[in-house]
């Protein structure tokens, strides 16, 4: 079968982009934003919160070794589809947690996947279902970040290292390569 890709916002992509990068079946994440009405934005002009883009990752996987379900168990077990736009201390509809469906198959898959969430909380799982836009790609320093920077980034050390030992800890049988 032909690779296929997701698209997905929750939280700073920074996160979700080192979670993925770490899961069997996926080929690349990319780190951008989508979203919003604003042509080419910048990260700066993303953050201000008026664009309306969310900072996104797109994957790229193998459906033959992960499921799009199974991509969006993990996107809803990295972060809190509960917060409506925000994820922590990251506040801003730049922060939503949102799916962007590539076809009418992923969309229902999605429907299913915000049901089986919500029944693992109390609060109402705010996550939307957002027709696919425009995608633009992250500024470079943003892409691979927590790979190159994370040891050297205090927020990477507060938020980015928690969720992906998280990850890591619940998720071992989908890991690329064995963590100590």
Sequence with gaps: MAQEIATLAGGCFW??????????GIESVE??????TVANPSYKRVCEGDTGHAEAVRVAFDP????????????FHIHNPTQLNRQGNDV??????????????QEASARSAIA????????PVVTTIEPLALWYVAEDYHQEYFERQGSE??????VVAPKLQKFRKSYAARLKRQTA
Excluded: K, W
């Design 15 to 24: 996160c979700v982009e080192a979670v993925f990068d770490d899961v069997i």
């Design 31 to 36: 780190s951008g934003y989508t979203g919003g």
């Design 64 to 75: 033959d070794v992960i499921s799009y379900d199974d991509l969006l168990d993990i996107f």
């Design 92 to 105: 801003g509809t730049q922060y939503r947690s949102a799916v962007f469906p590539h076809s009418p198959a």
């Design 116 to 123: 089986r969430a919500q029944a693992e909380y109390e609060e």
């Design 153 to 158: 980034n205090a927020y990477c050390m507060a």
